[in-house]
């Protein structure tokens, strides 16, 4: 098992930002925890949900690269939002970020809505699990 740490973003307390492990014969799983839309230092540069989207995913990308991943080997992603209004109204915002960052929609997918996020100011948070061939 590997710790996954992007280069230069702060180590966070408690968890690791992912792991990778070996699962099959032929690859390996990369998990990427609850990425939200702060940068590698942890600070937010805004409130709207669109763009806190787009670094949650830009924060999972680079986890995946950390781990030998890319967002091709992206198979399941689980969206946490604090509001599904807000969440579908950002849709045109998220559905650019996704085409730009991820490429595509071959993933299993699910959005839930949550009650609050641990960081108050967390609007989304997304978890990402690939599967990397060797």
Known sequence: ?????PEGWRRPRGYANGVAVSATPNGRLV???G????DAQEVFHSDDFGVQARQALQ???AVLAAGGAAPRHITRMTWY???KREYL???PAIGQAFRELIGHYD???TAVQVVALIED???VEIEVTAVVPD
């Open 59 to 61: 924060n999972a990308v």
């Open 121 to 123: 100011r967390a609007k």
């Open 1 to 5: 098992m590997q710790a996954l740490l």
């Open 107 to 109: 993933i299993a997918m």
């Open 31 to 33: 998990f990427v925890a």
């Open 35 to 38: 990425m939200i839309g702060w």
């Open 81 to 83: 939002v604090t509001d």
């Open 89 to 91: 109204a950002a849709g």
